[in-house]
Every structure is written in C-alpha cells, then in structure tokens.
C-alpha cells in the first residue's frame, strides 16, 4: 500500500488530479505562446520531452517515499541521502522558488493592470489613464502594501486558499479565450496563415529563454505531499498514474494555449505575456486582463505564506515567534515587489527560478534521492536517474548564462 495510512486514504485519483493541476499550471502559461516563436514542432517536442522528465522525476520520488515508508519529503530525503544535516538546502531551493514565483505575480499583475490601462480611452483614441498611473513603482506596491501586507501577518489564511480553486475556471476561461480569438482571427483573414508566417523549426533567439520559461512547467514536485497522502489506496501504480495524468493534461494545455495564441498572432508576438499583444478592444480580452490581474495580485500572499514557512524551517529551525512570523513577512513581500519593479524583464527571472532552482528541484535532486536511497532497486530507473541528473545540471547552466546575460547586457 506505500506510506499512507488507511485511515488517510479520502480521495480519489480525480480529486488529487484536479489538486495538483491547480498547484501545477500557474502564470507561465500566459508565457507559452511566446516560446513558440522557436517553431511550432521544435517548441512542442521541448514541452513533451520536458513532460517525460516531469513523469520521471515522480517515478523516482514514489520509489523513493514506498522505499523509506515517508511521504515525499524534500527535506527528509536529504536527511536519509547524507550522514551530515543537509535538509536546509532543498528547504531553501523551496523558499527561492516560491519567492521567485511571488516576483512573477507581481510582474504579471502589473503587465495585466497596464494592457487593461491601454485598453481604456477617449474616442479620439487618447489614453484616459494619466502616465504616472502605469508607473511599476505605484501598480506594483500599491497593491502589495494595500491588499497583501494585511493577508501577510495573519497567521492562518484558509479561507484565502480557496481562492485558488479558481484557478481552474480561470484556466478553462484562457482556453476558451483562445479558441475564441484563433476563430476571430480566422474569419478576419479569411484564412489561415494567408501570409506564410508559421515556423515549424528554429533555434533563434528565443530558444534558451524559452526553455527557462517552460522549465517551469512541471515542477509541483515540492508541494504534493499533503494532497498525496490522503490518496484512496495509494499503491504504487496509483500514484504513477495519478502524477501521468497531471502532467499528460498540464503537457496537452500548454501546447494548446501556446499553438492558439502563435497561430492567431504569429510575428505579432513581441513580449513574454501574450496579452500585451492580443488585439485591443476586444471585450473578452479585457475581462481576462482584469481577473488575471486580481487574481493574481490576491494569491500572492498564498505564495510567500509558503515562503516564509519553508525559509523559517531552513534557518531558524524553530516554531515562530510573533514577532519573527510579522518582520518576516514585512520583508519578505517588500523584497518581492522590490525586485519586481527594478527587474522588468520576465525571462531573467523564470532563467533564475525556472532555469534553476526548478530544475534543481524537478530533475537534480530526485535523481540524487533515488541513487543514494534505492540504489540499483531497478535497473531502468537508475539508468533514468543517471541521465536526468547531468540534463538537469545542463539546463541549469544554460539557464543560469543566460539570466546573467541578460542582467548585464
């Protein structure tokens, strides 16, 4: 039966799917039409093969957690893999990750916020938002310190979290979006590609950031222990299947709301989020700028209240103080809309997270828990493990370049 108690066992394989795709499929979404400027082919066989990662590094985390009798725990794994404490080093890859994350909804909102800005003027086609009000200083901290500064010093925010249940009908409202705007467009045209812009494949430009932004496509690897052990009869085979259709579908979605917008928009994808540059005064389009936008700007606190916790038990390794739970908080969010302000460009800072501290978590480090814990328990697998170890250092490498690159250039 694995880890799991019986008395654990509450859900079925449907509803820790649908869990685990609201905590898998997130704002790099909004991001994906942009990696298909490296060619509709080449960009679609980077999400597979990235999806067959995905599912591997879950084969080897279930092998890992029936093999030590624990649920999948980062940290625990990493006391189990060394003699010496090195738990706070995947406790602390978390708390990056999650902050970095927290940066992101902080850059998506203030894009969303501004393109609705631009959607907004007179009919002599004057902007009816004065300029101060699409300065990153105000759409960025205003929020932050007006309506997530309270949310950070409660110390329980439940009731918050059921708002990113919404994610899902937010999901399904994006795929409707974009099948809506790809008919719009065709009709428009009177055809599809009547101008001979599609590219099947290309290693451009957009490659390496592409492969940063997508990276970050299937590494909710951190966050499925509480939704995994309350799994009906969590056999080893159950749990295989349940991470498959998570990532099978997270996979499908992706090259879905990717290939829609690339067809409707072709060479008129110009930034990392698509709806910079979806066709303006559309009424579709403007309501999904104003719910991803405060729904973005509203789970944030959800995001670093994660942050927080992993970053106290990396450090201070003690319960929290009051004092501790509220200065951190304070700082913590300040420092993320810090960074979003000062760091505009998306792709530095999905080349840190995704790039990185991802990759690190998705492919490195269960590839370092299977060969120090299982061993060669199987074959295949260890072989698996050999060859998603070294590719995931690669793509961190090249990912970590390129962020830095792009900092200093």
């Given at each position: 039966?694995?880890?799991?108690?019986?008395?654990?066992?509450?859900?079925s394989?449907?509803?820790a799917?649908?869990?685990?795709?609201?905590q898998?499929?997130?704002?790099?979404?909004?991001s994906?039409?942009?990696c298909f400027?490296?060619?509709?082919v080449?960009?679609?066989?980077?999400l597979?093969?990235?999806a067959?990662?995905?599912?591997?590094?879950?084969?080897?985390?279930v092998?890992?957690?029936?093999?030590?009798?624990?649920?999948?725990?980062?940290?625990?794994?990493?006391?189990?893999?060394?003699?010496?404490?090195?738990?706070?080093?995947?406790?602390?890859?978390?708390?990056i990750?999650?902050?970095?994350?927290?940066?992101?909804h902080?850059q998506?909102?203030?894009?969303?916020?501004?393109?609705?800005?631009d959607?907004l003027?007179?009919?002599?086609?004057s902007?009816?938002?004065?300029?101060?009000c699409y300065?990153?200083?105000?759409?960025?901290?205003?929020?932050?310190?007006?309506?997530?500064?309270?949310?950070?010093?409660?110390r329980s925010i439940k009731?918050?979290s059921?708002a990113?249940?919404?994610?899902?009908v937010?999901i399904?409202?994006?795929?409707?979006?974009?099948?809506?705007?790809?008919?719009?467009?065709?009709?428009?045209?009177?055809g599809?590609?009547i101008?001979?812009?599609?590219v099947?494949?290309s290693?451009n430009q957009?490659?390496i950031?592409?492969l940063?932004?997508q990276?970050f496509?299937?590494?909710?690897n951190?966050m499925?222990?509480p939704?995994?052990?309350?799994l009906?009869a969590?056999?080893?085979?159950?749990?295989?299947?349940?991470?498959?259709?998570v990532?099978?579908?997270?996979?499908?979605?992706?090259?879905l709301c990717?290939?829609?917008?690339?067809?409707?928009?072709f060479?008129?994808i110009q930034h990392?989020?698509?709806f910079?540059?979806?066709?303006?005064?559309?009424?579709?389009?403007i309501l999904?700028?104003?719910?991803?936008?405060?729904?973005l700007?509203?789970?944030?606190?959800?995001?670093?209240?994660s942050?927080r916790v992993a970053f106290?038990?990396?450090?201070?390794?003690?319960?929290?103080?009051?004092?501790r739970?509220?200065?951190?908080?304070?700082v913590?969010?300040a420092?993320?809309a810090?960074?979003?302000v000062?760091?505009?460009?998306?792709?530095t800072v999905?080349?840190?997270?995704?790039g990185?501290?991802?990759?690190?978590?998705?492919?490195?480090l269960?590839?370092?828990y299977?060969?120090?814990?299982?061993?060669?328990?199987?074959?295949?697998?260890?072989?698996?493990?050999?060859?998603?170890?070294?590719?995931?250092?690669?793509?961190?490498?090249?990912?970590?370049?390129?962020?830095?690159?792009?900092?200093v250039?």
């Amino acid at each position: 039966m694995g880890y799991v108690k019986k008395k654990s066992n509450k859900i079925s394989v449907l509803r820790a799917v649908v869990v685990f795709l609201n905590q898998n499929i997130g704002v790099g979404l909004l991001s994906i039409p942009y990696c298909f400027q490296t060619g509709v082919v080449l960009n679609s066989v980077v999400l597979m093969i990235l999806a067959f990662l995905g599912i591997s590094s879950f084969i080897l985390l279930v092998d890992v957690s029936i093999t030590t009798g624990k649920s999948i725990d980062y940290a625990k794994f990493m006391r189990l893999c060394f003699e010496r404490n090195f738990d706070w080093f995947p406790l602390t890859i978390i708390s990056i990750t999650l902050f970095g994350c927290a940066i992101l909804h902080f850059q998506y909102a203030c894009t969303m916020i501004q393109t609705f800005f631009d959607e907004l003027t007179n009919e002599d086609g004057s902007k009816k938002i004065p300029d101060w009000c699409y300065n990153r200083w105000f759409l960025i901290c205003a929020p932050a310190f007006v309506l997530d500064l309270p949310l950070m010093f409660l110390r329980s925010i439940k009731a918050l979290s059921y708002a990113s249940l919404f994610t899902i009908v937010l999901i399904c409202a994006y795929i409707v979006h974009t099948v809506y705007n790809f008919g719009v467009q065709i009709k428009s045209d009177g055809g599809f590609d009547i101008n001979h812009e599609m590219v099947l494949f290309s290693f451009n430009q957009y490659f390496i950031p592409s492969l940063s932004i997508q990276a970050f496509a299937y590494t909710f690897n951190m966050m499925v222990a509480p939704t995994i052990e309350k799994l009906k009869a969590p056999t080893r085979k159950r749990q295989y299947l349940t991470f498959s259709i998570v990532i099978i579908f997270s996979c499908f979605t992706y090259i879905l709301c990717g290939v829609l917008p690339y067809f409707t928009l072709f060479s008129n994808i110009q930034h990392e989020i698509v709806f910079e540059d979806f066709y303006k005064g559309r009424p579709f389009t403007i309501l999904m700028k104003v719910l991803f936008g405060v729904f973005l700007i509203m789970t944030t606190p959800l995001i670093l209240y994660s942050c927080r916790v992993a970053f106290n038990d990396a450090t201070f390794r003690s319960e929290f103080t009051a004092i501790r739970w509220n200065i951190m908080g304070v700082v913590i969010l300040a420092l993320a809309a810090i960074i979003a302000v000062t760091v505009k460009s998306i792709t530095t800072v999905f080349g840190f997270i995704g790039g990185v501290t991802c990759t690190m978590a998705a492919y490195v480090l269960p590839s370092i828990y299977y060969l120090r814990i299982c061993k060669k328990e199987s074959l295949p697998k260890t072989i698996l493990s050999w060859f998603m170890l070294p590719m995931g250092i690669v793509i961190m490498c090249v990912c970590l370049y390129d962020s830095i690159r792009s900092l200093v250039v």
